[in-house]
């Protein structure tokens, strides 16, 4: 089964929009999420969340964890044609492995 | 090198042949990963290292995959007898240690299998 679902699979806004991209999980021991930001082959991490209801920040960029409902929110304020990318969200679980676990993306294209 | 380094940036092979794929890790991560990347579907995890060890190989597609890691820096998959469906990208990441610490993605080696 998918253990991390991210919505929509792909979103057109035109520059100035706001944007919130949706990663839901579930892990059975979960340790931490996050953010990737993929353009070409190799993602560029973003953000990472341990503790609920803690916003981090980066620019125009904010990212959220809710541990009870299991989901996580990327926020985009004010949207570039650079921010159009697959939007990645990965989960690591309390396991020996410590691998992560990606969702499929969210593909982000900004229109001029 | 800043950076985690991969190489070759991108491989063309003929089905059957044996491929050897390399990843340069940020210095001082003690942790490595692998990570494949077909066209069109997400990142699948392949195997990690913590240091030189590698306690997880379940991501492995087959037995003709393998990988080692030498003085907890660089680290080679290799890919014997090459099959078409192992045409991908194969990203590798490095972080401070596993787990906790979010993780640094090379460029990635595009592999494709005539």
């Known amino acids: 089964e998918d253990k991390v679902v991210q919505s929509p699979l792909s979103l057109v806004v035109h520059e100035g929009d706001t944007v919130t991209l949706n990663c839901s999980y579930e892990v059975t021991n979960f340790r931490s999420l996050l953010w990737y930001k993929q353009e070409k082959k190799a993602p560029t991490f973003l953000f990472m969340l341990?503790?609920?209801?803690i916003e981090k920040k980066s620019g125009r960029l904010s990212s959220i964890l809710d541990k009870k409902e299991l989901f996580s929110i990327l926020n985009i304020t004010a949207t570039q044609t650079g921010d159009s990318a697959i939007y990645l969200c990965?989960?690591?679980?309390?396991?020996?492995?410590?691998?992560?676990?990606f969702g499929t993306g969210t593909r982000l294209t900004v229109i001029p | 090198g800043a950076g985690v380094s991969q190489s070759p940036s991108n491989k063309v092979t003929e089905k059957g042949k044996d491929v050897e794929l390399r990843c340069d890790p940020i210095s001082g991560h003690t942790a490595l990963y692998w990570y494949r990347q077909r066209l069109g579907q997400g990142l699948e995890f392949l195997i990690y290292f913590q240091g030189n060890s590698a306690p997880d190989k379940s991501g492995l597609p087959s037995d003709r995959f393998s990988a080692e890691r030498t003085g907890e820096s660089v680290s080679t998959l290799t890919i014997q007898r090459t099959q078409q469906e192992d045409s991908a990208v194969y990203l590798c990441a490095s972080s401070q240690v596993a787990g906790l610490y979010e993780q640094y993605f090379g460029p990635g080696t595009r592999l494709t299998v005539t």
């Open positions: 990965a989960v690591v679980e309390k396991t020996g492995a410590n691998n992560l676990f």
């Open positions: 341990t503790s609920s209801g």
